[in-house]
């Protein structure tokens, strides 16, 4: 119980995708001791890109339905086609499984109980071990929507294998943006990294993620990533930061060895830990980790 007490979260979020989460969070995954790794980012979950998991659990993620019909049974008579609002039934009654919302509208009216209505297995969940530590990933099936309860199970079972090996520490590379999956990625988290980038839409797309966290009371703080492309927004977004009284961690400078150290699978610190961004990086996980 003392080790759930002290359990400690830290997601990695932005206001869009592409600001350099990924790369970030794997950069802390390199410094960090003891920690459970978390990618909750489903939409475009490419963490395992860099830390290459070595799979050893996994297990389907079912929710929602969609509608199957039986032609054994179907009369044709039309009644479905006419009632699904998303045209998702074609002329010869069959159910289009991309379009199909899994609203059951179609198989509550049916006449002839021609329409089933099984669960759908919509991604799978892995626990795997990495070079950095254990880490709970996902997959989305092809079109896939992604609601936030597949986030949830994975932040779940991170907790659950932290608690398991006594790991007090989760990173989470969370999704971007504002909506369901972000909300269930840091919903009582011990805190949240928004990395922005120096541009009008990134001080825009972080503003709307500071009112998020603002307003489930999680602490926030901020980095500016490639601050030297803009020097007068990233001073522009940190005195914003300030005036909400957000803690800037750091600055990011714009450099090619990112992305040269993600074609060699490998973070910025394993890459070349003796750049000058990888020095910068250490000292922005040294700031959050004393401030966790």
Do not use: W
């Given at each position: 119980m003392q080790e759930k007490a002290n359990l400690k979260e830290l997601i990695v979020i932005s206001g869009k995708g592409g600001t350099g989460k990924t790369s970030l969070l794997g950069a802390f995954a390199s410094l960090a001791k003891d920690k459970v790794l978390c990618d909750a980012d489903l939409d475009a979950a490419d963490l395992y890109l860099i830390?290459?998991?070595?799979?050893?659990?996994?297990?389907?993620?079912?929710?929602?339905?969609?509608?199957?019909?039986?032609?054994?049974?179907?009369t044709e008579c039309g009644l479905c086609r006419e009632l699904c609002r998303f045209n998702a039934i074609s002329p010869e009654f069959i159910v289009d499984p991309i379009d199909c919302e899994g609203c059951g509208v179609c198989v509550y009216f049916c006449p002839e109980d021609?329409?089933?209505?099984?669960?759908?297995?919509?991604?799978?969940?892995?626990?795997?071990?990495?070079?950095?530590?254990?880490?709970v990933h996902a997959r989305l099936g092809i079109?896939?929507?992604?609601?936030?309860?597949?986030?949830?199970?994975?932040?779940?079972?991170?907790?659950?294998?932290?608690?398991?090996?006594?790991?007090?520490?989760?990173?989470?590379?969370?999704?971007?943006?504002?909506?369901?999956?972000?909300?269930?990625?840091?919903?009582?988290?011990?805190?949240?990294?928004?990395?922005?980038?120096?541009?009008?839409?990134?001080?825009?797309?972080?503003?709307?993620?500071?009112?998020?966290?603002?307003?489930?009371?999680?602490?926030?703080?901020?980095?500016?990533?490639?601050?030297?492309?803009?020097?007068?927004?990233?001073?522009?977004?940190?005195?914003?930061?300030?005036d909400k009284g957000l803690p800037v961690m750091g600055r990011i400078p714009f450099d090619p060895l990112f992305t040269e150290a993600m074609v060699q699978k490998q973070t910025i610190i394993e890459y070349d830990g003796s750049s000058n961004a990888a020095q910068v990086v250490k000292e922005i996980w040294e700031g959050l980790s004393s401030s966790l």
């Open positions: 830390l290459e998991p070595e799979i050893k659990e996994r297990q389907d993620f079912q929710e929602g339905h969609k509608a199957i019909i039986d032609h054994d049974k179907c021609a329409i089933d209505f099984p669960i759908k297995t919509c991604g799978e969940l892995f626990i795997s071990e990495t070079r950095c530590g254990p880490m079109a896939e929507g992604n609601s936030g309860k597949l986030v949830t199970l994975t932040r779940k079972k991170a907790k659950e294998l932290s608690e398991k090996r006594g790991l007090n520490l989760i990173l989470t590379d969370g999704p971007p943006g504002l909506a369901c999956p972000v909300i269930a990625s840091i919903a009582g988290a011990t805190g949240v990294l928004i990395v922005a980038e120096p541009t009008l839409s990134g001080h825009h797309d972080m503003d709307r993620v500071v009112e998020l966290a603002n307003h489930f009371q999680i602490p926030a703080y901020v980095c500016i990533n490639k601050f030297d492309l803009n020097p007068k927004m990233t001073e522009t977004i940190e005195d914003y930061a300030r």
